[in-house]
């Protein structure tokens, strides 16, 4: 995400921080480059307006001028003001589980609503809450279906009812949770545009009769100018809670991340990272930050891996890297948890300096791994175990197996050997650095 | 009140409030100063023009006042709309918008984009459009991937009366697309419209799978998909471009279907992609019924652009 952002903000920061001192017109062109950039990046012209001025002001102040390194503190002012733009305050509330709350997903239409209905409900579900997903798309043409399908795949159950009537609707669905014990409606709502009053007003009512806990206005991260628009409108006749960005696994530019909450001043909760179900995650507005700004985003990536390993299987693995037994079998075992930590090209970004020209040009092929993953599994178990017995004909059968070339088979067992003489180096580096020097 | 006079008045309304907003910033400062220039740039970027398109069109209206010496508020209007139509328009004629005239039997069109942008229900316009004059039009549900996305064209195709082609959710589009095109040779169908599914740009594996569907209908009706759209969301921003950019690198794109122009975006990222791909603007959506199409005018999308 950003990353042409990331880029030309990232060309501009190298000029400014090439220099030992910054006079007030260097500065100046400085923040005119920034203000381009920003405008390119579709964020909104009276936010980018705001933001430039702020920066400005403090990038002409004291500090920065006395600093040796001036180049460094407007990049650092930038990164403040870039958080303060997206952050917010207000902490979101938590549902109590014993009573039922109730969710509403409001937002244009193309935005992503159903399937991030469908992703909040996994979410939920993960947190012990029992969802109930309410259709309440009564207009586009197998909306209904689509959620009924989605809730299939999930294993949440999905409240319909054929009325043309949300309220109806909403109030049979909130009965239909009491009597079956769900904690927690996910109400899917058609989408809207703004200025149409008669669907506005239809959102209204069911806001009436519902009293949702939370309404999250759903918005699309590729979203122009006009972003600022439609949220202020929904902003404003409804009692939106927070924002979900969708889409953000594209090449989205930030415009609607970074104008949206600071026009109305409700917090970006979740954005959506993926078609699969699972790729929803919370917004940290530091991280994405820190992302814009080319500097990685390693928390994230330290989460997505905590959440894909057990403590007790690391622990597992250690122990048979420290043993050398590690084997073609726990290869493929890591491959598959690596890959459940999500697309490869997406991990990659959250490396810092990940945005390099280098890395942006690699292509992360995921079929490469699906190659390994085949060829793996076209082994047989002890050949997993004990690779050094697969001679030229199993060689040969496996490669036949698998779909792949001989040279394929040959390339992975020969990467395999590499990667275990690594391992043996790092086992006796690690024995060294703690000869070395004791009381580490 | 009939189309053409709501457009009128929506039109009138536009001129009125711009070259009146340049009335006043000319009676308050005296000229065409930076002020006026720099209200034209906040409207532009507003449009979601985009900084680069937005100053070319800036550099070409000063060139033009300062040749012509202008100081009156209402030339500096046409001028603009001027400038940006002149973006805007092919430089071939032939083409009309949507409206071709077919060649062989049948036509194939598929429409291709971003998720969420519309191209299931711009497929239930066009298919009605045709169907009006005549055609017979098949369509084909290629979008395997999105939950119930067969479903919501088959209940278009009921309500505008053309034949489809399902598939099972998880399908191939390829085969779908392949089965579909033979029957329609075999039955004599004048048009297949193809739904895919919504896919980012940046995914290569997805725009792999749109390379190899149109592989694939170029098997069975040899030179098709004769038409390739690109459907893209007005509110869209400079990301849109970026798409562009992507599909054309896999697909021959014939031209872009700008939809949801009934809110207050202004769709302005299509004046980018025109310039710098040389991908015309087709169609305008502007409702959800499937009515709702109309064939590009690059003076009236100019004009909205002014419009409050």
């Given at each position: 995400m950003f990353e042409s952002l990331t880029e030309k903000l990232g060309s501009i920061f190298s000029n400014l921080k090439s220099r030992g001192k910054l006079s007030e017109k260097e500065i100046k062109k400085g923040m005119r480059q920034i203000k381009l950039a920003l405008l390119e990046a579709d964020v909104n012209y009276r936010v980018v307006k705001n933001f430039i001025k702020s920066v400005q002001e403090k990038a002409l102040g004291q500090e920065v001028q006395d600093s040796l390194t001036p180049g460094q503190q407007i990049i650092k002012i930038v990164n403040n003001e870039l958080?303060?733009?997206?952050?917010?305050?207000?902490?979101?509330?938590?549902?109590?589980?014993?009573?039922t709350s109730k969710l509403m997903l409001v937002g244009?239409?193309?935005?992503?609503?159903?399937?991030?209905?469908?992703?909040?409900?996994?979410?939920?579900?993960?947190?012990?809450?029992?969802?109930?997903?309410?259709?309440?798309?009564i207009y586009r043409p197998a909306a209904i279906d689509q959620l009924k399908t989605l809730g299939k795949s999930i294993d949440v159950p999905v409240y319909s009812k054929d009325t043309k009537k949300v309220k109806k609707i909403a109030k049979g669905?909130?009965?239909?949770?009491?009597?079956?014990?769900?904690?927690?409606?996910?109400?899917?709502?058609a989408g809207r545009l703004h200025i149409d009053e008669k669907m506005m007003q239809e959102l209204k009512v069911m806001e009436k009769v519902l009293e949702p806990d939370e309404i999250f206005y759903v918005a699309d991260a590729m979203t122009g100018q006009d972003a600022v628009n439609s949220a202020q409108e929904f902003d404003s006749q409804l009692n939106i809670s927070g924002i979900i960005l969708t889409k953000m696994d594209g090449d989205a530019r930030g415009g609607a991340a970074l104008s949206i909450k600071s026009v109305t001043n409700k917090p970006i909760r979740y954005i959506g990272v993926g078609e699969k179900l699972n790729q929803l995650e919370k917004f940290h507005a530091d991280r994405i930050a820190s992302r814009i700004l080319g500097m990685g985003d390693v928390l994230s990536l330290i989460e997505k891996a905590e959440s894909a390993y057990e403590q007790e299987e690391a622990k597992k693995l250690e122990e048979k890297i420290r043993k050398n037994s590690f084997s073609l079998e726990d290869f493929l075992?890591?491959?598959?948890?690596?890959?459940?930590?999500?697309?490869?090209?997406?991990?990659?970004?959250?490396?810092?300096?990940?945005?390099?020209?280098?890395?942006?040009?690699?292509?992360?092929?995921?079929?490469?791994?699906?190659?390994?993953?085949?060829?793996?599994?076209?082994?047989?178990?002890?050949?997993?175990?004990?690779?050094?017995?697969?001679?030229?004909?199993?060689?040969?059968?496996?490669?036949?197996?698998?779909?792949?070339?001989?040279?394929?088979v040959n390339r992975l067992l020969k990467q395999f050997n590499q990667m275990k003489s690594m391992m043996k180096k790092f086992k006796n580096q690690k024995h060294k650095l703690g000869g070395n020097l004791p009381g580490f | 009140m009939s189309i053409l006079d709501k457009l009128k008045k929506k039109l009138a309304k536009t001129h009125n409030s711009f070259v009146k907003r340049i009335a006043e910033v000319i009676r308050l400062r005296g000229k065409v100063d930076e002020e006026l220039i720099e209200e034209i740039e906040d409207v532009l970027i507003q449009a979601d023009l985009g900084v680069n398109i937005t100053a070319k069109i800036i550099n070409n209206l000063e060139e033009k006042i300062r040749i012509k010496k202008i100081k009156n508020s209402d030339k500096i209007y046409s001028i603009l709309e001027e400038i940006i139509i002149d973006i805007l328009e092919e430089e071939y004629e032939g083409t009309s918008g949507i409206d071709y005239s077919p060649a062989v039997k049948p036509h194939v069109i598929m429409f291709v984009g971003v998720n969420g942008t519309g191209k299931t229900t711009t497929i239930a316009k066009v298919a009605n459009r045709y169907l009006d004059r005549g055609d017979r039009v098949l369509l084909v549900a290629a979008d395997t991937f999105r939950a119930a996305a067969h479903k919501q064209l088959d209940i278009w195709a009921k309500d505008v009366g053309a034949d489809i082609i399902g598939s099972k959710h998880g399908a191939d589009p390829a085969s779908v697309v392949y089965n579909a095109l033979t029957s329609a040779k075999a039955k004599n169908y004048d048009v297949v419209l193809i739904d895919t599914a919504g896919r980012l740009h940046t995914k290569v594996n997805l725009m792999k799978e749109l390379e190899k569907i149109n592989r694939t209908a170029d098997k069975v009706v040899k030179n098709s998909p004769h038409e390739t759209y690109l459907v893209i969301d007005a509110t869209t921003g400079q990301n849109g471009v970026q798409q562009a950019k992507n599909f054309i690198q896999s697909l021959p794109i014939s031209g872009v279907i700008l939809t949801k122009l009934d809110g207050t975006a202004k769709g302005g990222v299509a004046i980018g992609i025109k310039d710098k791909l040389d991908i015309p603007v087709k169609a305008i959506c502007t409702g959800e019924k499937v009515e709702d199409i109309r064939q590009f005018d690059a003076a009236n999308f100019v004009r909205a652009i002014f419009e409050d």
């Open positions: 958080i303060n733009l997206m952050a917010s305050k207000k902490k979101p509330q938590t549902l109590p589980p014993n009573k244009l239409q193309g935005s992503g609503k159903t399937t991030t209905c469908a992703k909040l409900a996994i979410k939920y579900k993960r947190d012990n809450y029992s969802p109930l997903l309410v259709a309440a798309d669905a909130v009965k239909f949770a009491q009597d079956n014990d769900h904690n927690l409606l996910l109400f899917d709502t075992d890591q491959l598959q948890k690596i890959r459940k930590m999500g697309p490869l090209d997406q991990l990659v970004k959250m490396l810092p300096g990940a945005q390099s020209k280098l890395l942006q040009k690699t292509d992360f092929d995921e079929s490469e791994m699906n190659h390994i993953e085949a060829i793996i599994r076209s082994m047989t178990k002890e050949e997993r175990l004990k690779p050094k017995i697969i001679n030229g004909s199993r060689r040969q059968r496996i490669a036949r197996g698998s779909g792949t070339s001989l040279q394929q | -």
